[in-house]
């Protein structure tokens, strides 16, 4: 069983990922208003995975006989000066849920949680999938985002992310 201190961390989590599930959305709606449909789709599927995160840590507090706590979701900015700011944005984001992973892996660690620790495993290996998405996103916009073509073609490779809804074994 987890420390209360570990489940209190675990619901943090929880909040974090809705909270960034709610971040992309606000740029997913931001691209929809600039016509963008590539970068509006990538965003989307971005906000529903960090949906899928925020209940995967759902489950394994339930799973550990824990309660749930939702915290409140802070709103979002909407407005951007541009589309490399926002993909600056949601890299930076990124780093900032890896810290908050690294520091929860660090506790269960501490704490001599095994099970904890098997199951942010997981995220570990996410986050470092997340952040070089995040980052690559961010190089193709630098590298082509200044005219209207390059952002055209970049839009057109965007859109054909598609979700893939979690895996039912992976529980
Ligand atoms: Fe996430
Ligand atoms: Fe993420």
Redesign the pocket.
């Known amino acids: 069983m987890a420390s209360e201190k570990m489940l209190q961390a675990l619901n943090e989590q929880i909040q974090k ?1 809705f909270s ?1 599930s709610y971040i ?1 959305m606000a740029m997913e709606a931001w691209f929809a208003e600039k016509n963008l449909d590539g970068f509006s789709n990538y965003f989307r599927i ?1 906000a529903m ?2 949906k899928d ?1 925020a209940y995967k840590i759902f489950d394994y507090v339930n799973k550990l006989g824990g309660k749930v706590t939702l915290e409140a979701i802070p709103k979002p900015k909407s407005d951007y000066s541009n589309v490399e700011e926002v993909v600056e944005e949601a890299l930076a ?2 780093e900032f ?1 890896t810290a908050s992973i690294n520091s929860l892996m660090d506790m269960a660690v501490n704490e001599k949680d095994h099970a904890t620790v098997s199951f942010l495993n997981w995220f570990i290996d ?2 470092m999938e ?1 952040e070089e998405n995040a980052q690559k996103v961010l190089n193709y916009v630098k590298m082509l985002g200044g005219d209207s073509r390059g952002l055209f073609m970049i839009d057109m490779e965007l859109g054909k992310r598609k979700y893939t809804p979690p895996a039912a074994s992976a529980e």
């Open positions: 990922e960034s992309y971005q995975e960090e995160h984001h990124e849920i996410e986050q997340e």
